[in-house]
């Protein structure tokens, strides 16, 4: 149930850490995404209406600068002057030193007929009077023809310009080289798919297409002139292939021509595109950054949840713990109260038995049976057992509630040793080498003497039957340290090579009631009485141990001046 409760919280973690962020990351990417490309859009269609307007003003200036041509020949020559031997090759000679465009040159009369002609075609004496460009040319002064055919059947166009001489109309006309004009129009370059074409009022081509599309033919898969307006407008057809392409076309103010220039839609949105493909990337690599983020705290948020709540439940553990031991020292009181009343009485009733044996010996001298015998041994095992029993109760007393302590500095340096000496026959009877090394001043501490005592007794004695149980009466060792001067704590370290403790009881050592001696050799309070009075001074009670190897027990205790620091 713990681990699918923890799997629980893990996948609502983890996805709020992946939509939280990923919501409005994904919204400001769209959001982004959508005005830079809207800004794009604008862009290369500006750059295209741009080109288109710029080259129309171009071809806008060659027609005016021919026309002009043209009206200044009008303008200098008679129609009669014109007719002369050599005259018109030499206005023919003088235009194309002007402009390479002019293809031939000729004059008509006000009839229409082919007076005068210097070209490469036979056009002398030619009728034009019921064509359409002469009609226009009569009526208006000037006219630029769409491509036609005409006489030479091939397709080209025409500037003319009419004159006057002697109250009569005539017309100077002049054939523009149409790949002359068709390279001016195609001037214009725009990336690999860019190209520029001229349209007559009815869609035919008035130059030709680098893709497709020859002099006069009406593409499909350009504009239809109906559509444009007297601005400059931009479109999004299909070739013939299906690729769309963007047309960006004007109307020409010269003439009822409409230039348009195209490119291929990828190459006008090519950037675009390197922004989508850009910002996917982005997109990509900014979802994989928050899935492995949020992972990655994730689980650091769940194993922190899984240690707080192991850390509970120690906690609980040593609140249950400290209120049994709580509740053993409410006890205790009871307990030797109710233990001691009895002991009283049996000490009393050992004395009275004692008075009347000795009564007995007394009044009958000599007289030794095996039951006065005895009878003496029960009562010597009646005082043993009785005074065990008030070490036992005093002891539980001493852990469940002590007494008022008589607080004095205290020198371990002499005090030690002293203590040490309480121990030093039992420990030479059985073969053990006590190693002392204690500074011979600096030690001083503020304390009960008669707890510390009770302390360093109880820890001499565990160590000293630990190494008995071990050793036996050889080999055995207790090293008993002292060192001062580390940031105001005193540290007496206490090792011995005996049986030492297994990691598994090392965790139960100040348990009340606890310990491995044999029954009869230890209450399991000695311990629980050392930590809780070496805690109440402000200081620690530290036990390291490996089996079979030894034990060293670590006594930490405040400098007599810094117990308040402690604390």
């Known amino acids: 149930m713990e681990d699918i409760s923890y799997r629980s919280i893990r996948r609502t973690i983890l996805s709020c850490m992946i939509l ?23 862009q290369a269609i500006s750059n295209l209406e ?85 009609k226009e040319v009569m009526k208006n002064g000037f006219y630029i023809s769409d491509i036609f055919l005409g006489f030479r059947n091939i397709p080209h166009f025409i500037i003319g310009v009419a004159g006057e001489s002697e109250g009569k109309k005539w017309i100077l006309r002049a054939t523009i080289d149409s790949h002359i004009f068709t390279g001016l129009v195609e001037a214009v370059r725009i990336g ?58 004007t109307r020409l103010k010269q003439k009822e021509w409409i230039l348009v220039v195209e490119q291929g839609d990828s190459e006008v949105f090519e950037k675009l595109r390197s922004a989508a493909v850009l910002i996917g990337f982005i997109s990509l690599a900014g979802g994989i950054a928050i899935l492995v983020i949020a992972l990655f705290l994730t689980d650091r ?16 553990t040593q609140l249950i713990r400290a209120g049994r031991l709580a509740e053993v ?26 008075m009347v044996l000795e009564d007995i010996k007394q009044k009958t001298p000599g007289i030794r049976t095996d039951s006065l015998a005895e009878l003496e041994d029960s009562v ?43 121990v030093e026959r039992r420990a030479s009877i059985n073969g053990i080498r006590i190693k002392k090394e204690i500074p011979t001043h600096g030690c001083l501490v503020r304390g009960d003497p008669s707890h510390l005592q009770q302390v360093f007794l109880n820890l001499f004695n565990n160590a000293i039957d630990a190494i008995l149980e071990r050793h036996g009466p050889k080999g055995g060792e207790l090293s008993i340290e002292a060192e001062t001067g580390r940031d105001g704590w005193i540290e007496v370290s206490i090792k011995d090579n005996g049986c030492g403790i297994s990691e598994q009881n090392l965790k139960k050592v100040f348990t009340p009631f606890f310990t491995t001696k044999p029954v009869g050799k230890g209450t399991g309070l000695g311990l629980s009485v050392c930590y809780g009075i070496v805690t109440n001074m402000g200081g620690a009670l530290e036990i390291k141990s490996q089996a079979a190897v030894g034990t060293t027990v670590i006594v930490r205790l405040p400098v007599s001046g810094m117990e308040s620091r402690a604390a």
Not at 103 to 128: Q, R, T, W
Not at 329 to 354: C, D
């Open 50 to 134: 741009r080109i288109v307007n710029d080259h129309r003003r171009i071809i806008d200036a060659f027609l005016m600068e021919r026309k002009a041509d043209l009206e200044f020949v009008v303008h200098t020559y008679s129609f009669e002057a014109l007719q002369e031997s050599g005259r018109i090759e030499k206005v023919f000679a003088d235009l194309k030193k002007k402009s390479d465009a002019f293809e031939d040159l000729g004059i008509f009369n006000s009839s229409g007929l082919h007076a005068a002609y210097h070209g490469p075609f036979a056009l002398i004496g030619k009728a034009y009077g019921e064509t359409d460009w002469f």
């Open 329 to 354: 020292g409410e006890m205790a009181a009871g307990f030797a109260h109710e233990i001691n009343n009895p002991l009283q009485i049996i000490r009393s009733e050992h004395a009275l038995i004692e």
């Open 380 to 422: 010597a095992q009646i005082q043993l057992q009785t005074i065990r029993c008030a070490e036992i109760t005093k002891a539980i007393l001493k852990f469940g509630r002590q007494s008022e302590p008589s607080i004095e500095e205290v020198d371990l340096s002499g005090y030690i040793p002293e203590i040490t000496r309480m």
């Open 20 to 42: 939280v962020p990923f919501v409005p990351f994904i919204a400001s990417l769209a959001i982004g995404y959508y005005f830079f490309t809207t800004a794009l859009k604008t």
């Open 192 to 249: 690999k798919t860019g190209e520029a074409y001229i349209l007559d009022s009815e869609g035919a081509l008035q130059t030709t297409r680098r893709s497709t599309g020859k002099l006069m033919d009406r593409p499909p898969d350009t504009i239809k002139p109906a559509m444009l307006t007297d601005r400059i407008q931009t479109f999004s057809v299909k070739d013939r292939m299906g690729d769309k392409k963007i047309l960006s076309a």
């Open 301 to 316: 948020i769940v194993r922190r949840m899984k240690r707080m709540d192991s850390e509970k439940e120690q906690l609980n």
